[in-house]
């Protein structure tokens, strides 16, 4: 197994910092070959190495790597937004994950002539829809196999879930795992109850802002003697209903950008900010009227 070289944001270093960002792997030809992030690239290398031991598929992918190139970042919160975007965007060879974006479908709930609720699969061509709709789904398959696996446990009728035809009592009744709702023995009122339940954990969390939300995460200290300049480091993010929008240097270069408010919303990016919003884990800003950046409350804790 070759050494590779390595560059940390665009020069070269005999050796690796001890800091948070993202790296890619390179072949000699210059393909690229893996994106991932890190909160230490030595120690996420090394562990690169060590995998290809042991792992034959991994051992390929480190076969190949000529050059490794880090590129630090603030925080975590900017690592795994490149990362995000990068792999989508610039499709490393041995990456699974993270794919390019496709339409992503939801689940609309509403209640049919008798009260009882359908679910209705709907493409989310909008990011407001997050608001009264639940789950983020690759296609409407996935979405019809997930209800499915997990309707027997609530007791839901997969006749009223649309996932079987016929009218009357279902065959889930007669083997006992259907409550009722197909053929009157349970009310409107406790299969919505349930269906809710079922739902319940997976409603997508309701974007509180009018204006799009400028996101300060905390830079973290470089723990090297490595000289890293992070003069350029964008760690100011632009979000608006879940949609990520960009990120950059300073704030006011948010202000000046032209947004692609057509975006489509981003299941990595909702998943990814949601969790720092809930911890806590950086500071809110807004645009007012003026013009001016106020701060604003978290409105997730």
């Not at 649309?162 to 083997?175: A, P, S, V």
């Amino acid at each position: 197994m070759m050494q590779p070289s390595y560059w940390v944001d665009g020069k070269a270093q005999e050796r690796l910092p001890k800091a948070t960002g993202v790296y890619r792997f390179y072949s000699d030809q210059g393909a690229l070959l893996y994106v991932g992030k890190t909160i230490d690239f030595q120690a996420r290398i090394r562990s690169h190495f060590q995998t290809a031991r042991k792992e034959p598929r991994h051992a390929k992918l480190m076969q190949g790597v000529s050059r490794i190139e880090c590129q630090t970042t603030a925080g975590e919160l900017s690592a795994l937004l490149v990362e995000s975007q990068a792999v989508k965007n610039e499709q490393p060879l041995f990456n699974r994950r993270l794919r390019k974006k496709r339409a992503l479908w939801t689940a609309d709930l509403r209640a049919d002539d008798e009260g009882y609720f359908a679910v209705i699969p709907r493409k989310v061509e909008q990011a407001e829809q997050l608001g009264y709709c639940y789950g983020l789904f690759s296609n409407q398959t996935q979405l019809k196999n997930w209800l499915r696996n997990h309707a027997a446990e609530h007791g839901l009728c997969l006749q009223r879930l649309g996932l079987d035809r016929g009218k009357g009592r279902c065959f889930g009744r007669q083997i006992k795992r259907c409550d009722g709702a197909c053929c009157g023995e349970q009310s409107d009122e406790a299969y919505n109850a349930s269906l809710l339940d079922l739902f319940g954990q997976f409603q997508l969390v309701v974007w509180p802002y009018q204006r799009p939300l400028w996101v300060k995460e905390w830079e973290e200290p470089i723990q090297s003697d490595l000289r890293v300049d992070r003069s350029a480091t964008q760690s100011w993010h632009v979000f608006h209903y879940w949609t990520y929008l960009g990120s950059f240097k300073r704030p006011m270069a948010g202000v000046e950008a032209n947004f692609d408010w057509d975006e489509v919303v981003d299941r990595d990016a909702y998943r990814i900010l949601l969790s720092f919003l809930r911890n806590d884990r950086v500071a809110l800003h807004q645009i007012d009227e003026n013009g001016d950046l106020v701060a604003v409350s978290n409105r997730f804790l």
